[in-house]
């Protein structure tokens, strides 16, 4: 469902002309999904994840839990997540394009995962839901790795006290 999100970030490209296009894609990408539910449930529009005991709680969400939890926090079992929420957060001289939209849509995401019923994700590694998430995430990476080369800071310094131990920890725990 927070996937659902992600298509904001198409709208400042959608014009008259590209709407059949756009349906199109969405609809072919969507296939295979809608395909196995009718396989599995009977019906193309069921999702499981929002049946009979699954749905949000808007009024009580675990943000902590989400991205700091024991059990699959994000940035805790994913700390180059961490670092790549910084860079999109970072203020740039170089306009990521649509920034505040995708920093928008990044913590709606975190909060529509955070109000559901099983908001730890099952026995996934990490937050699995915040994949969509990712392309997001990297621009954050790129800002944030532009921004230390501008200030003068070795990219291998940076590689070797962030991110590689981040990657490390990330590995270690898978």
């Excluded at 994840?49 to 994000?74: D, R």
């Excluded at 921004?147 to 800071?153: A, G, L, S, W």
Aim: aromatic letters at 12%.
């Amino acid at each position: 469902m927070q996937d659902l999100l992600v298509g904001l970030i198409l709208i400042p490209y959608v014009r008259a002309n590209n709407v059949l296009k756009i349906l199109f894609g969405f609809l072919l990408a969507l296939a295979p999904q809608l395909i196995a539910w009718q396989l599995l449930y009977g019906n193309f529009w069921t999702s499981p994840y929002l049946s009979h005991s699954e749905g949000f709680n808007f009024l009580q969400p675990h943000l902590t839990g989400v991205l700091f939890g024991l059990q699959n926090g994000l940035y805790l079992w994913t700390p180059v997540t961490l670092l790549a929420t910084i860079g999109l957060l970072i203020k740039n001289k170089t306009k990521i394009p649509h920034q505040s939209l995708m920093i928008s849509i990044f913590i709606a995401q975190v909060y529509l995962v955070s109000i559901w019923s099983t908001w730890l994700q099952g026995a996934s590694f990490s937050g699995r839901m915040f994949v969509s998430s990712l392309p997001i995430l990297a621009f954050g990476v790129a800002h944030g790795i532009q921004r230390m080369q501008r200030q003068k800071i070795v990219f291998n310094n940076l590689l070797y006290i962030l991110i590689l131990p981040a990657c490390i920890i990330n590995i270690l725990l898978i």
